[in-house]
């Protein structure tokens, strides 16, 4: 009977740990406004994202101003008021890296596009595994790009 009792033990555990992870909750889904036109021409609209990211420390990987488009990440670290990853359950955080794409496009001389695409994952550890699973972005880096792109 200790074999059984041993078994028994071991799904008491195994039971115990599921309910818990259950406790881990997908990310909410938000409605984005991620694109405005900026009644500008292209060059100043240009200059007010690169200051934006300059001023926020967004690294920019990628720039390229002739075709508008701006690859940038922002730190692991980043905080859940730009991007919903769920709660984690069990499982531990380690990471949250987060892309932007930022398209600038002249529409004509004083009339501009702007898009702002944001796309994040969370690292999470159990033990020694580790996975990833895919944010949503909350619209709040966005909003930022946009304004900053359409200020005055």
């Given at each position: 009977?200790?074999?059984?009792?041993?078994?028994?033990?071991?799904?008491?555990?195994?039971l115990s740990l599921t309910s818990v992870a259950g406790c881990?909750?997908?990310?909410?889904?938000?409605?984005?406004?991620?694109?405005?036109?900026?009644l500008e021409p292209y060059n100043v609209v240009w200059t007010r994202i690169i200051q934006w990211f300059t001023t926020n420390q967004v690294q920019i990987r990628t720039i390229d101003k002739s075709s508008g488009v701006i690859?940038?990440?922002?730190?692991?670290?980043?905080?859940?008021?730009?991007?919903?990853?769920g709660t984690p359950g069990i499982t531990v955080p380690v990471a949250r890296p987060i892309s932007m794409n930022v398209f600038?496009?002249?529409?004509?001389?004083?009339?501009?596009?702007v898009t702002v695409n944001v796309?994040?994952?969370?690292?999470?550890?159990?033990?020694?595994?580790?996975?990833?699973?895919?944010?949503?972005?909350?619209?709040?880096?966005?909003?930022?790009?946009l304004a900053a792109a359409t200020r005055k």
């Amino acid at each position: 009977m200790q074999g059984s009792g041993m078994v028994r033990l071991g799904l008491a555990v195994f039971l115990s740990l599921t309910s818990v992870a259950g406790c881990a909750s997908p990310p909410k889904s938000y409605s984005i406004q991620n694109s405005a036109t900026v009644l500008e021409p292209y060059n100043v609209v240009w200059t007010r994202i690169i200051q934006w990211f300059t001023t926020n420390q967004v690294q920019i990987r990628t720039i390229d101003k002739s075709s508008g488009v701006i690859y940038a990440e922002r730190a692991s670290g980043a905080g859940s008021d730009f991007v919903d990853c769920g709660t984690p359950g069990i499982t531990v955080p380690v990471a949250r890296p987060i892309s932007m794409n930022v398209f600038v496009q002249e529409i004509d001389p004083r009339k501009t596009s702007v898009t702002v695409n944001v796309t994040a994952t969370e690292t999470r550890t159990l033990d020694t595994s580790s996975f990833q699973v895919q944010c949503n972005s909350t619209g709040r880096l966005e909003r930022q790009v946009l304004a900053a792109a359409t200020r005055k």
